[in-house]
């Protein structure tokens, strides 16, 4: 990542209110994303062939890789962990075959590492993948995943059966927060119902914004193109989710993996590993433990970050950091080199340039003196 210095930079923090329209405090929730959550989860690389023993590598290999000691504490298992049946008391159960042990058992095994477990369900009868959801069995759902020391919860939209997902989705947030346990409430609506108009006042502490991400620089383009004005929903405790990530996954080059983790982090997004972090070389490692990348990330300047100026294919983006500095990713979405600057009018700034190779962007820290 490169730094440069220049002058005078005026930082404009976006005031943003904690009372939604239905009356809920964002106050009343319990703070446990302060900043935006870090960790992993096994959607993107494993989808339904997730097991116990992927689980635990994974917990592993995020300490073993140094990303915990960086920040990186959620290991989340996404769908397909849950039997296809609910047990006779009506509670979901692990799949004995993929999770013989257990959930209790991993989780007694993710925090004996220092770190927290995230589960997955959905506000609908079935999950994505047609195994058992939690409509209509929040409280039993939620007082079980509290048993077994779940931190995290990731609540999906399948089958929601036509009914509002502002109730399906507040049901949940009230049964978490009845359940005995602090539990980070990740709201997966995608942006039709766009949630980040109600999902603060479901008690969820961030939601995604677009539909699901794929391998790939069209995909990292159009959900950063998706972004535009959702900046105000966005604040500690509430965070835009943009998607896990891709990094690591095999389907961008390096530069366009940077590309995509820097301007997640422009966003102030939650940065979730989406790679098997047991079989990961040395470019995923580097990006995804980038010290400079992840306090963009984790700091709140006032406003997450947004595209401020552009010409042609490339575009300048821009957020505010708590220090007065401002990060900055100068982006190139086109296929050839070209020289991106900040100027003036964009940052109040001199201008300052950088040649970006094709797919690639620039992430720089431009403080005033
Ligand atoms: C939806 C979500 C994904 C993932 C899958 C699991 O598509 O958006 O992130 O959780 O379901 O089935």
Redesign the pocket.
């Known amino acids: 990542m490169n730094r440069s210095i220049a002058c005078a930079l005026v930082v404009s923090a976006l005031v943003v209110g904690t009372t939604t329209a239905s009356g809920y405090l964002n106050e009343q929730k319990p703070m446990l994303a302060a900043t935006p959550p870090m960790g992993w ?1 096994s ?2 690389a494993l ?2 062939a997730v097991d116990e023993k992927a689980v635990r590598g994974n917990a592993d290999a995020m300490v073993a890789s140094g990303m915990a000691a960086v920040g990186y504490t959620y290991v989340d298992i ?3 962990w849950m039997a296809p049946q609910r047990d006779a008391d009506g509670r979901l159960q692990a799949d004995p075959m993929r999770f013989p042990s257990g959930i209790k058992a991993i989780a007694d095994y993710v925090h004996g590492k220092g770190l927290k477990l995230g589960i ?1 369900s ?1 506000a609908g009868v079935a ?3 047609n195994l058992p959801g939690s409509l209509d069995h929040e409280k039993t759902d939620a007082k079980t995943f509290a048993s077994w020391g779940v931190d995290l919860l ?1 609540y ?3 089958y929601g059966e036509g009914r509002p997902a502002v109730e399906r989705f507040t049901t949940m947030g009230r049964a978490l927060e009845a359940s005995g346990r602090d539990i980070l409430y990740s709201v ?1 609506a ?1 942006s039709e119902v766009q949630p980040w108009r109600w999902a603060a006042a479901t008690g969820a502490h961030y939601w ?1 914004t677009f ?3 794929t391998d790939s620089w069209d995909a990292v383009v159009a959900i950063a193109d998706q972004q535009a004005g959702l900046g105000p929903y966005s604040r500690p405790n509430g965070w835009n989710d943009p ?2 990530l891709e990094v690591g996954n095999g389907g961008m080059t390096s530069d366009e993996y940077r590309a995509h983790i820097s301007l997640w982090a422009l966003l102030n997004a939650p940065l979730m590993a989406g790679n098997d972090l047991r079989r990961m070389d040395a470019t995923p490692h580097d990006l995804l433990t980038n010290r400079e990348m992840i306090a963009v990330d984790q700091d709140w300047g006032g406003t997450q970050g947004r595209e401020v100026a552009e010409e042609g294919d490339l575009q300048v983006w821009a957020k505010p950091m708590s220090s007065g500095a401002a990060a900055v990713v100068l982006l190139n979405r086109g296929t050839d080199a070209g020289q991106a600057y900040t100027t003036a009018a964009d940052l109040g700034l001199p201008r300052a340039s950088a040649w970006v190779p094709p797919h690639a962007a620039k992430m720089l820290i431009v403080a005033p003196h």
Request: charged share 35%; net charge negative; glycine share 4%.
């Open positions: 989860s959607w993107n989808g339904c996404d769908d397909c997955y959905s999950t994505c993948e990731k999906d939209d399948c997966c995608w995604r539909s699901d991400i998607d896990m």
